[in-house]
Nanobody, 110 residues
Framework: VQLQASGGGLVQAGGSLRLSCVASGILFSNNNLGWYRQAPGKRRELVARISSGGTTNYADSVKGRFTVSRDNAKYTAYLQMNSLKPEDTAVYYC?????WGQGTEVTVSS
């Protein structure tokens, strides 16, 4: 199983980024997927989750700003991040079951 996350970068506060997570080696449509992030010196935390059926959940800190979605035909999940804040700076990871992507770094400047 491989999860390839991409789309991170440097953005100013108030800007937007869209992260992608491409899965292989797993029946993507049957599995829930989570986006997590880990800021320097902090624990990894759940940002958003999307179930196999498309139900979504968000951390309170990102509600109304982030949107998780999936395209099962492309084995890809997305995290649309709008109105970014400096506190969103972290490495973002996608997760399916026990498998993790390599992370993509997001830096939000003030």
């Amino acid at each position: 199983v491989q999860l390839q996350a991409s789309g991170g970068g440097l953005v100013q506060a108030g800007g937007s980024l869209r992260l992608s997570c491409v899965a292989s080696g797993i029946l993507f449509s049957n599995n829930n997927l989570g986006w997590y992030r880990q800021a320097p010196g902090k624990r990894r935390e759940l940002v958003a989750r999307i179930s196999s059926g498309g139900t979504t959940n968000y951390a309170d800190s990102v509600k109304g700003r982030f949107t998780v979605s999936r395209d099962n035909a492309k084995y890809t999940a997305y995290l649309q991040m709008n109105s970014l804040k400096p506190e969103d700076t972290a490495v973002y990871y996608c997760n399916i079951v026990v498998f993790w992507g390599q992370g993509t770094e997001v830096t939000v400047s003030s």
